[in-house]
């Protein structure tokens, strides 16, 4: 080869490296500032933006334990821009800078526009959104889809992604005033804490989670303007397969050390094998061995049903008795129902859902829209967080209009009571009347007022309604059987069994290990121990007995509509035999599910079932059970270390 032709190529190659520099200056460009070129009839305009990361700590005494650097800090910035829901381009926010108070400010450059414009916010995740980087036309549930983080087994490894949203509804003006303030960011994960000090039996060692998401949406699907969540936003094709690396903790608790994306609740029928749970690994009474133990996400509060984690709430189990040494390992544990263990669990989100703002002051309550039962002295309270100095409050119209010239701490009329609480924390209302069962709603408005800063709340006292008609044996029974503690079992699942005076649940269906072979002591079946729900207990004997003598009885074989057999108990046989699952009537469904005999084995499932009664025979001092076998109905002793289920009867 002669030395022209090296020398051309040296030329060829050193031109096609500068060329590729120009490419990647002009991505860059594109990316960081691709606002310039987006359309040059547009003027473009600082903005500058304050945004806010909501406490952990809700006020009072609700938890033991504040945020933490790694859910508040801002590091990184990018805004989507979206007209009429399609993305138009996006930008690097500047000048960020974190303050003390769980606040951040930065600037970013937006063209001015007439059309409806929404900004989405989201921090910490530049690496994402450049890997999956929004396309010009594309629609927000699109970019959504394709903005997903992949989970590893060491969650906390940096800085929140979080996310927010802002809408400026007649578009972006170049000149009116553009310092927007106090926008709320939502935290892609969820916190979950472990409290141990009040057992002296346990000493908390290490915390794990088990069949964590392996990936977890950036932006939600369906938020609120606070912003919160109320279902998961989980991408598709996501799979539950991440047990994450154990986290060593100390003696009594384990704060801000775990965080974990969103799931659904799994079936009933899966909540052994496929939830999300917490396995916590501890030494038992002095024990220099460490034993595992299982926690499920199953706070009994209407809308978080078992197995279901939301991004942004912080989850909180106070362990209030540790029974017996767990399970060898953590993954048997993982494997099995939660048995050796009693753990409360204290639910808390962005608690504040109504927030208003001004350039400097920011009033918001947990709840603007107050439903009250029908019955007099029902009572409802809300929370308030606000940085001004006080508020009043006022009784108002529907439209937010105030209706008499006074302002005060309280309010009171005909029939409702309003009370600001002398720290301001909280307003209290109560209904002072009755409002009759064939009424209309009682509906009243009032305003909290402070600074230029107005809130409207409505206070709806529904008709009294009547009590259920008492049932044999004159109680009202619940309709299913009790599942896990403090909780009632889906319309056709078998729910869960229970040793005597004892709150464990164990499995209805498979093998289950652990179980204690030492009857409890006492002749009443004590409240602390009751695993029905608030308002519920364990029946006695009599109602029991009351119950199989009724005059309504249909034993029911397996069938399309059976997935086992059971009875249904009806004041009349007619309703009885009629009765379905879709049309139960007056008829209660009692299955055959089986009974676990001393030693924790599963026998005659299918065929019948035993259901504990709360109290022992007077005559021998024996615990007693209803047993269901075959349409025989029978009244007889059963050992306390027999698991039988239970059906709950009103308090």
Not at 419 to 448: C, H, L, Y
Not at 483 to 509: C, E, H, M
Not at 565 to 594: D, K, M, S
Request: charged share 15%; glycine share 6%; with cysteine.
């Amino acid at each position: 080869m002669n030395k022209t032709n090296i020398f051309l190529k040296h030329i060829i190659y050193h031109i096609g490296q500068l060329a590729l520099l120009v490419i990647v200056i002009l991505l860059y460009s594109c990316t960081e500032d691709s606002i310039s070129n987006k359309n040059e009839s547009r003027s473009e305009n600082y903005f500058q933006f304050s945004v806010k990361t909501a406490d952990s700590t809700p006020p009072k005494v609700q938890l033991k334990s504040g945020q933490v650097n790694a859910e508040s800090t801002i590091n990184q910035i990018q805004i989507l821009v979206f007209e009429n829901d399609i993305f138009q381009y996006r930008v690097a926010g500047t000048g960020i800078a974190n303050s003390g108070n769980n606040s951040a400010t930065f600037k970013a450059r937006l063209l001015s526009s007439n059309q409806p414009t929404t900004i989405y916010i989201i921090a910490n995740a530049d690496a994402i959104v450049e890997a999956n980087a929004p396309i010009a036309g594309e629609t927000t549930a699109a970019i959504k889809t394709k903005l997903t983080k992949a989970i590893s087994t060491n969650i906390l490894n940096g800085d929140l992604t979080m996310w927010a949203s802002y809408t400026f509804p007649t578009g972006l003006s170049a000149t009116t005033e553009n310092n927007i303030s106090n926008i709320m960011m939502l935290r892609s994960v969820a916190r979950v804490d472990i409290i141990a000090s009040a057992v002296s039996n346990f000493e908390l060692v290490s915390i794990q989670a088990f069949r964590v998401s392996n990936n977890t949406q950036v932006i939600p699907n369906n938020p609120t303007s606070t912003p919160s969540v109320t279902n998961p936003s989980v991408p598709l094709g996501t799979e539950q397969n991440i047990n994450t690396t154990p986290i060593l903790t100390t003696a009594e608790s384990s704060v801000a050390q775990m965080y974990l994306p969103e799931v659904a609740a799994p079936a009933s029928a899966d909540q052994i094998s496929k939830a999300t749970c917490i396995v916590i690994g501890g030494r038992y009474a002095g024990s220099s061995s460490v034993t595992y133990y299982r926690l499920d996400f199953n706070p009994s509060i209407a809308g978080h049903p078992f197995g279901q984690i939301l991004r942004n709430h912080r989850y909180e189990f106070n362990i209030s008795y540790v029974l017996r040494e767990g399970y060898a390992t953590a993954q048997e544990a993982a494997n099995n129902i939660s048995s050796s263990m009693e753990a409360r669990i204290v639910l808390w989100s962005d608690y504040i859902k109504y927030m208003v703002f001004d350039l400097n002051n920011y009033l918001g309550v947990s709840n603007s829209y107050i439903r009250l039962e029908g019955t007099a002295n029902s009572s409802l309270d809300i929370l308030v967080q606000t940085d001004i100095s006080d508020y009043t409050l006022s009784w108002a119209d529907r439209d937010g209009n105030p209706i008499d010239g006074s302002a005060g701490q309280s309010l009171t009329d005909e029939y409702f009571q309003v009370n600001k609480a002398s720290d301001g924390s909280t307003i209290s209302v109560v209904a002072t009347q009755v409002n009759p069962e064939d009424a209309d709603d009682r509906v009243r408005f009032f305003i909290i007022s402070g600074t230029r800063l107005r809130l409207l709340v409505t206070i709806i006292q529904s008709p009294e309604v009547s009590a259920p008609e008492p049932g044999p044996g004159g109680v009202i029974w619940a309709e299913t059987n009790v599942d896990l503690p403090y909780t009632l079992a889906d319309q056709k699942a078998i729910g869960k069994f229970y040793q005597w005076n004892r709150k464990v649940a164990w499995a209805s269906n498979g093998t289950v290990t652990g179980w204690n072979t030492t009857g409890a002591a006492g002749f009443l079946w004590e409240e602390v121990n009751d695993p029905c729900p608030t308002g519920w207990r364990v029946p006695t004997r009599d109602e029991l007995q009351a119950l199989i003598s009724s005059s309504g009885r249909s034993w029911r074989i397996v069938s399309v509509d059976y997935d086992y057999p059971g009875v249904w108990f009806a004041p009349t046989q007619q309703e009885a035999v009629e009765a379905t699952f879709e049309n139960p009537g007056r008829g209660l469904f009692f299955p055959a599910g089986g009974v676990r005999n001393a030693t924790g084995g599963l026998e005659s499932a299918g065929s019948n079932s035993h259901y504990w009664a709360s109290d022992v025979n007077p005559l021998g001092g024996t615990t007693d059970i209803m047993s269901i076998a075959n349409g025989t109905y029978l009244i007889f002793p059963a050992e306390r270390t027999t698991g039988c289920l239970v059906r709950c009867v009103h308090d």
